[in-house]
């Protein structure tokens, strides 16, 4: 039950992309397509913005995809705007458990 | 509207006990797998244990085995987390999270109810 691993923190200008990783074991991220990513603002709950790896929830803008390789599940986010700045956490299901990300700080400059 | 709402939150004592519970609305409560997952204060994600639609099978990380017992009442709509032997790293926000039934992502998330352990 370690937790996946994800950058600290990554920034990027408007209208930019960026590309969170996140990085597990064969036992989980590796093993399956069940990684979701989640976004939180201050003070607010987690939102989910992509599940079952690349698939988007009715609402999710289409700037938010995702992807995976191997071990490494990623999250894009394309034409960067103000109100993307927010915390960034992964999530994988590992048989009847499930581990997050350590979270990623986005910053947009 | 959906709704998760958590209460029994509070101040305790390192070793004492808590009850969470979480009342759901605007679903079909037993079409769904809940967790609860916690975030300390500055801190992560963290799913602490989860239970299938009809509480026939739980999980739990490892820290808080034998400690923590989930459970709910499909007829009261409810989730609940008994918290024994409390400890100071148990101190969070605990968010319940919604799955729908063959689903591995958390659809629904209340907005939390803080534990602290203090002395």
């Known amino acids: 039950q370690s937790a996946l691993t994800q950058p600290a923190s990554v920034s990027g200008s408007p209208g930019q992309s960026i590309t969170i990783s996140c990085t597990g074991t064969s036992s989980d991220v590796g093993s399956h397509n069940l990684v979701s990513w989640y976004q939180q603002h201050p003070g607010e709950a987690p939102k989910l913005i992509i599940y079952?790896?690349?698939k988007r929830p009715s609402g999710v803008s289409n700037r938010f995809s995702g992807s995976k390789s191997g071990n490494t599940a990623s999250l894009t986010i394309s034409g960067l705007q103000a109100e993307d700045e927010a915390d960034y956490y992964c999530?994988?299901?590992?048989?009847?458990?499930?581990?997050f990300g350590g979270g990623t700080k986005l910053t947009v400059l | 509207e959906v709704q998760l709402v958590e209460s029994g939150g509070g101040v305790v004592r390192p070793g004492g006990s808590l009850r969470l519970s979480c009342a759901a609305s605007?679903?079909?409560?037993?079409?769904?797998?809940m967790s609860w997952v916690r975030q300390a204060p500055g801190k992560g994600l963290e799913w602490v244990s989860g239970i299938n639609w009809n509480g026939g099978s739980t999980g739990y990380v490892d820290s808080v085995k034998g400690r923590f017992t989930i459970s709910r009442d499909n007829a009261k709509n409810s989730l609940y987390l008994q918290m024994n032997s409390l400890r100071a790293e148990d101190t969070a926000l605990y968010y319940c999270a919604g799955q729908a039934v063959g689903r591995y992502y958390f659809g629904y998330w209340g907005q939390g109810t803080l534990v602290t352990v203090s002395s």
């Open positions: 999530c994988s299901y590992a048989g009847n458990s499930w581990v």
């Open positions: 079952e790896g690349s």
């Open positions: 605007g679903f079909t409560f037993d079409d769904y797998g």
